[in-house]
């Protein structure tokens, strides 16, 4: 924040003249290429659809209230399968993130090239999102919460592997080097120096994925893959919005719910 | 028992960091290496381990050339080394019990170390250990519960758990206050002379080395500048390592001061946590 | 020497047995019966877990050469015979990203003031965190159902519902960040008599910028890959496409459109590192 002199007076600015130039250049830019954006999804839109978009919404509303809690019962079933997709995909996710993390460490890696093979699956897979990895895997391994447990396993791989061998690029370097010097092996150094070290961040970081699995599960029965996306999916090809309601409802009350426990957990484990 | 012939480490960086060393520490000897900061004390200690890859010359280790080992028989080398670290490195996060027996992991198989199923003489040893640096009742308190006085006595038990037969230590005082430094340098001192342990120790305080060791070598830009007994240490020769400086308080009058601090410390009273209650 | 009031019957117990060579590490959880209690419980959830699963083997088997062909595509994946429907989806779903992180991140601050304990007041707080809280339970695509089901289908549903979705997510993030600024530049400028405006302007922007614009670019991220998606359900994008393509079974387009995706995903990751740098 220089103070530049114009005549005798000095005058205060945030920045330099030519610096705010182009900072003024940078936001024109940035401005139209959001214009540019916008015609392009106009070109592409059926305003018509529009005038009665309130209507639409008003009477969509309209009907989902109150919700039909006739169907909560024959909801639990799918739910606890909703369940079950997130946690068994997210622990499978986990079993092959963790090996692939230490692939993927500078600090732990064997090999360079090995690095390269392991940050490739690892940006592959979090790429992709679990719902298109479900569609794929419906098409393979038929329909069913099998195929939703190997999508969040397949999506699950990517986050998790990323965050535990950033964890293990950033632990300290001279437990691992003292017990290098007692002459342990390469295995018992990872176990005794590295392993304590990541561990919490471990613990929180397969927490926080398994909430997100929670919520993604939610809509995988929409492409075939199980849970309460199937019933959901049902209730609204069939325009049964009350029933939509109550599938809503459900899944708020389990996103709370498995929010606070991953909340409680990553606590106890600091 | 350890010799050191023409060793020169260059970093990848370029740095020239030590100079065709050649140097003999016989068994049950404790040498000090002094030397003003970056003249590769660190480096050499590394060295020694392999830590750090010497660029050429030779390190034999009872007539073993360690430069040449890989795999299994460098593990067996440094099993036989212990290194103690100027920030302890601890685990910090593995109680201290872990800690101490984490020095026999290169006796033991994968499967048995990640168990934790460690032989009872073992375990035993590693409680005389922490007997004899005074922690045996803090076996189960994490390392991050520890103040830096009793980091640095687990560390010290965790480098004699692999009964080595020589120590190399990196500026073992350097984060602690000076009661406890003293204490922690007569503890290594005495412990090496029980085992009749070798001892390479980095050291930044001469009047505390000079009170300790048997022999202080002295380092400079690389190159081996001193080597001979603490009192042939005079401010020409310091000044030779470190550079000009009025060096009088440290060679002349604290000898006196260093005396009486030494005598403020019961010499026969084990040593045990007292500097951190 | 040791401190004799935290020796309790229990370490007593394990010094001794230490003297005889035995020792164990401190299991995690102290209290036996609550580990005893877990143990079960999670070998409870496995069988549980385990009785809910149905996997039809025979149908998995018959689908293993589909997932062979799907892998090998892979190595051959074919950018040409969907060259345009390929490109006007990507051409798509890259405006409405960028469309939707604008707007989003735009509205997201408001909420996200709104949403701080320590600057709003209680009324505006509740209504603000609801927004939040509605935006990040319902995943992209359920909310995309609704917003086709009142815009009709296109990019605009796809647009409002990625804009949706990028408000709770920022607004939260945002939200716990003010909450977290320092006291002492809020006090000290709010006692030099500004108004609540310059107030946000001088005291809280300065110290959540930075981190906004980085979790700004995080979010263009995830909004392209939702893009990928929500076509699914007609709100525009390449997801229409790449549906198509894997209901055909035609792996070599949909080979092509998920390596395109990881590139562009990859691209801006190294771009929004370095403007992350250039930024600070
Ligand atoms: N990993 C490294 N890569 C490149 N150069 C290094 C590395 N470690 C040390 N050096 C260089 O080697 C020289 C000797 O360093 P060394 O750490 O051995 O000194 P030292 O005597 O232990 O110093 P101090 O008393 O400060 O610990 C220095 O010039 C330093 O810059
Ligand atoms: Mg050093």
Known sequence: ????????????????????????????????????????????TIWEFLYDADEQAASLIGRMIPPDWSITGSLMLPLWDTINIATVGTVMGIAIAFPL???????????????????????????????IWAMLLVTIVGPGSFAGMLAIALRSIGFVGKLVYEAIEEIHPTPVEALSATGAGRSQVLAYAVWPQIMPAFAGICVYRWDINIREATTLGLVGAGGIGLQMNAAINNLAWGQVATVFVLIFATVVVSEWVSAKVRHAML | MLTLTGLSKRYDTGDLALTDITLEVPAGQVMALIGPSGAGKSTL??????????????VLLDGQDITRVRGTKLRQARRQIGMIFQNYALVERLSVMENVLSGRLAYLGFWRSFLRQFPSSDIKQALNLLERVGLETMFDKRGDALSGGQKQRVGIARALMQNPKLLLVDEPTASLDPKTSRQIMRLICELCREQQLAAVINIHDVVLAQQFVDRVVGLRAGKLVFDGPPSALTEKTLTDIYGEEDWSTTTGETDESDEAAAAAIDPLKPIGQGGHP | MSNPSTDSGADQQRLALLKDGIWKPLPLIRDARWRWALNAAVLLYIVLAWLSVDVNWSRVAQGMDRGVAFMASFLQPDFVTRSGEIFTGLKESLTMTLAATVIGVLLAIPVGLGAARNISPLPVYLFCRTIIALSRTFQEIIIAILFVAMFGFGPLAGVVTLAFATIGFMAKLLAEDIEDTQKEPLEAIRATGASWLQWVNYAVQPQVMPRLIGLSLYRLDINFRESAVIGIVGAGGIGATLNTSINRYDYDTSAAILLLIIVIVLMSEYLSGYVRKWTQ
């Open chain 1, 1 to 44: 924040m220089p103070l530049i002199r114009q005549g005798d007076q000095p005058v205060w600015k945030k920045r330099e003249p030519l610096k705010q130039y182009a900072h003024w250049a940078g936001w024109m830019l940035g401005g139209m290429l959001f214009v540019w954006c916008w015609a392009i999804i106009s070109e592409n």
């Open chain 2, 45 to 58: 200690i590394r060295c020694v381990n392999r830590l750090v890859e010497p660029s050429s010359g030779t």
């Open chain 1, 101 to 131: 993390a230490f692939l993927a460490a500078r600090n732990t890696t064997p090999h360079p090239a090995l690095r390269a093979v392991a940050l490739a699956i690892i940006v592959s897979s979090r790429s992709i999102n679990a719902l």
